[in-house]
Nanobody
Framework: QVQLVESGGGLVQPGGSLRLSCLAS????????MKWYRQTPGKEREWVATISTAGRTRTYTQSVKGRFTISRDNAKNTMYLQMNSLKPEDTAVYYC????????WGQGTQVTVSS
């Protein structure tokens, strides 16, 4: 059973940083591409970043390029999203997802960027 548990969100001032974590279980983590998404009320879930199985290939939505870094530790079955220079428009619930199991979502972690 695929399980994804996001953590690390919180309230941060503009310009601040947070590191999100996604602990995965129920599948062989090292064999799967992973993604981060985010969602704000009333809007569609938005793709944020993708990382390949070994972490060599990373892609980002344009609005976070140069500020966010996706990474993974396959020994710990965990993916990360380092978010720097946060802006109010980054406020959202952040989710991780396995493209091969598209219907499996965790509870998400709330990120609020506000002064």
């Amino acid at each position: 059973q695929v399980q994804l548990v996001e953590s690390g969100g919180g309230l941060v001032q503009p310009g601040g940083s947070l590191r999100l974590s996604c602990l995965a279980s129920g599948f062989t983590f090292t064999n799967y591409v992973m993604k981060w998404y985010r969602q704000t009320p009333g809007k569609e879930r938005e793709w944020v970043a993708t990382i390949s199985t070994a972490g060599r290939t990373r892609t980002y939505t344009q609005s976070v390029k140069g500020r966010f870094t996706i990474s993974r530790d396959n020994a710990k079955n965990t993916m990360y999203l380092q978010m720097n220079s946060l802006k109010p428009e980054d406020t959202a619930v952040y989710y991780c997802n396995v493209p091969s199991f598209p219907s499996n979502w965790g509870q998400g972690t709330q990120v609020t960027v506000s002064s």
